[in-house]
């Protein structure tokens, strides 16, 4: 999701005005369905590209 940063995260990534932020929210389970990993990253939408590959 992009959407604008709060305060805090502007101020920790140094962001300039305006600049949106990508949130992401990943978990990784088993086989079994079991959630092993959350993942929340909160990264300047400006200074990345993200790809993802891998098989489901």
Known sequence: MCRVPT???AEVLSLPRGTPVVAITRRAYTGAR????????????????????FNA
């Not at 079991?34 to 590959?53: F, G, I, K, P, Q």
Request: hydrophobic letters at 40%.
């Open 7 to 9: 305060s805090a995260e």
């Open 34 to 53: 079991r959630c092993v990993e959350v993942n929340e990253m909160v990264l300047d939408s400006s200074a990345y590209t993200l790809e993802y590959l």
